[in-house]
């Protein structure tokens, strides 16, 4: 909401004039944070497309902790698609359709989503209830759920994802698919200015709460490899592997995949330096001009 949308009598003794003037500067403020936030996002698309040359659009995702109005075109799965579905659906639908989905509690239909992200009272889920699918014991079992990082009931009211290039909203963080030549580019970017490298953990299930929580709570870059729901489900395919940038990321992501490519010492498509070595051939093929077998490169 703009502040000039505020009732001047809740402002005191300042006059409608200083009340207009102050609003106004606001406004003008709020306007050039939106403006830089279009520009980081617009620069980030295309140094993912110059760099990277991935397949599916980027997603650019928000997490809505207050009552606003969803993007254009929006869908919510149970009012536009009839049903409900996953939110590793929805990341799908996001990067290859190109559909904004947004997600309120009852859109959900994985549950450990909505534990994820507060709809729902985790107790069940921190004690173990689904962990024997993965462990024998229970005190282990215990310790693998209450690793993942979550939030705290009703915390937070809608999920929104969005292709990045079509994103007409304040992302909280972008996440990109792609094959580990095209993560490790990114992992190199991410490290950039940084040093002790990039973090990941998974327990290889339950990989959404890295970006529906984890990245925003450490404000930092990791790498997922997708779990079994994400593949059932969604159609993750073997190769793929993704990677979550936090908006306070995305200006050093930029510099570093523009930095690694000059440096010259890795891009993608990685280049395979195979072509330019002798081959060595099979002993028969040699009868045909026994010359080649001495080797060009003593001329």
């Known amino acids: 909401m703009l502040i000039s949308s ?72 149970l009012r536009d698609l009839g049903h409900r579905i996953g939110v590793c659906q929805g990341m799908t639908i996001a990067r290859t359709i190109g559909w904004t989905i947004a997600f309120r509690k009852e859109d959900h239909a994985c549950p450990l989503a909505s534990v994820f992200l507060g709809h729902v009272a985790p107790a069940p889920f921190l004690d173990g209830a689904i962990a024997d699918y993965y462990q024998d014991q229970n005190e282990c079992g215990r310790r693998m759920e209450q690793s993942f990082p979550r939030w705290p009931v009703n915390s937070i009211r809608e999920t929104w994802l969005c292709p990045v290039n079509r994103c007409d909203f304040d992302p909280d963080l972008t996440v990109v698919y792609g094959n580990p030549g095209q993560i490790l580019l990114l992992i190199q970017a991410a490290n950039f200015g940084h040093g002790p490298g ?101 001329q």
């Open 6 to 77: 505020h009732n001047p009598q809740e402002t005191g003794n300042l006059s409608t004039e200083t009340f207009q003037r102050i609003c106004q500067q606001e406004n003008i403020k709020l306007m050039e944070v939106k403006r830089e936030m279009k520009k980081n996002i617009e620069e980030l698309s295309s140094a993912l497309e110059k760099y990277l040359k991935i397949a599916t659009v980027p997603v650019a995702i928000r997490l809505v902790k207050e009552a606003g109005s969803p993007p254009p075109k929006a869908k919510y799965p």
């Open 198 to 298: 990039v973090r990941s953990s998974s327990a290889g299930r339950g990989g959404c709460a890295a970006w529906i929580a984890g990245i925003l709570q450490s404000g930092e870059c990791t790498y997922m490899i997708p779990g079994p729901g994400e593949r059932i489900f969604a159609g993750t395919q073997d190769h793929e592997m993704s990677f979550a940038i936090p908006y306070s990321k995305f200006e050093n992501v930029i510099n570093g995949l523009q930095y690694v490519r000059d440096q010259g010492a890795f891009r993608y498509p990685v280049p395979n330096l195979a072509i330019l070595s002798e081959p060595k051939m099979p002993e028969k093929y040699y009868t045909l001009d026994p010359e080649t077998k001495t080797g060009s490169s003593k």
